[in-house]
C-alpha cells in the first residue's frame, strides 16, 4: 500500500527520497508535522492529495506542487517558512488555511489554466474565479473584492492594510496576529465579521504584541463604526 497509493502518518523518509516514491497519490494528515529540519522537499508527480497539516510546524522553505494534485488540507503548510508558492491548475480544494502563520510568505501565484481559482495581477493573492472573494493573500486585497476569507492574511507580517470600499465580509481570523499598527477601512458601511464564538477580536487581532491599533474609515462612516 505504501509503495502504491498512500504514505501513512508517522512513516518518515530521508527528505530527498520521496520522489522516487513515483505511485504515491497521497500524502496523509499529519505525515510530517512538526519534522524540525525539514526545509525542502521533492514531490512525485503521481500526487494527487496533501492531507490537513501535512507539512505543518516544519522548517519548509520552498515546494513545488506539481501538477495532478487536486487538493491541499487544512493547515497544510501553517507554521512554515515559505516565501513563495505557485498554485497549479490541477488544485480544486484549498483554503486560506494553509498559510496560518507563514510570516514570510510574499509572493503567491496561480497557473493561468487554474478553473476555480485566479491571481489578479501583482496581487500576490488568491481568488476564486466563480465570485470575487479573496482566499488568501500577502499584504494586498485587489480591488472589487467582495469576502476576504477565514485566515487569509493570518499571520502575515504586515504593518498596514487598505480594505477596499467593495468589501462586506471579514472571515475569522482573517488578520490574526498580524503585527498591524493601522488599519484603513473605505467601506462606507461596517462590514460583517465571521468570527467562531462572534468575537471580533477572532478577525484582527491581537497583534503579536497585544496592543490595539487605530482603524481608519471614511469620515461620514465615523458614527456608523462606533
Given amino acids: 500500500r505504501l509503495f502504491n497509493e498512500s504514505l501513512p502518518a508517522g512513516t518518515l523518509f530521508t527528505f530527498d527520497e520521496l520522489k522516487y516514491f513515483t505511485n504515491l497519490k497521497r500524502i496523509e494528515n499529519d505525515e510530517f508535522y512538526y519534522l524540525m529540519g525539514l526545509e525542502h522537499i521533492e514531490l512525485p508527480?503521481?500526487?494527487?492529495y496533501i492531507g490537513d497539516r501535512a507539512f505543518a510546524m516544519t522548517d519548509l522553505k520552498e515546494i513545488s506542487i506539481p501538477e495532478g494534485v487536486e487538493t491541499i488540507g487544512l493547515f497544510a503548510f501553517a507554521y512554515?517558512?515559505?516565501?513563495?508558492?505557485?498554485?497549479?491548475?490541477?488544485?480544486?480544494?484549498?483554503d486560506g488555511s494553509a498559510f496560518v502563520m507563514c510570516d514570510l510568505l510574499s509572493e503567491i501565484?496561480?497557473?493561468?489554466?487554474?478553473?476555480?481559482?485566479y491571481s489578479p495581477s501583482g496581487s500576490n493573492a488568491i481568488m476564486y474565479r466563480s465570485d470575487p472573494s479573496?482566499?488568501?493573500?500577502?499584504?494586498?486585497?485587489?480591488?472589487?473584492?467582495?469576502?476576504?476569507?477565514?485566515?487569509?492574511?493570518s499571520g502575515r507580517n504586515i504593518t498596514s492594510i487598505k480594505i477596499p470600499a467593495t468589501v462586506h465580509v471579514?472571515?475569522?481570523?482573517?488578520?490574526?496576529?498580524?503585527p498591524l499598527e493601522s488599519v484603513y477601512d473605505f467601506a462606507t458601511?461596517?462590514?460583517?465579521?465571521?468570527?467562531?464564538?462572534?468575537?471580533?477580536?477572532?478577525?484582527?487581532?491581537?497583534s503579536h504584541s497585544g496592543d490595539t491599533y487605530p482603524i481608519y474609515v471614511p469620515a461620514q462612516s465615523v458614527d456608523a463604526y462606533k
Fill in 80 to 94: 512554515t517558512s515559505l516565501q513563495s508558492f505557485n498554485l497549479p491548475a490541477s488544485v480544486n480544494a484549498f
Fill in 134 to 153: 479573496l482566499v488568501v493573500g500577502c499584504s494586498t486585497i485587489p480591488e472589487g473584492t467582495l469576502v476576504i476569507g477565514p485566515y487569509a492574511f
Fill in 45 to 48: 508527480s503521481s500526487l494527487i
Fill in 170 to 178: 471579514i472571515g475569522e481570523s482573517a488578520f490574526f496576529t498580524c
Fill in 189 to 206: 458601511e461596517p462590514q460583517t465579521l465571521v468570527s467562531e464564538g462572534g468575537f471580533a477580536v477572532d478577525v484582527f487581532g491581537p
Fill in 109 to 117: 501565484t496561480v497557473d493561468a489554466e487554474n478553473a476555480k481559482f
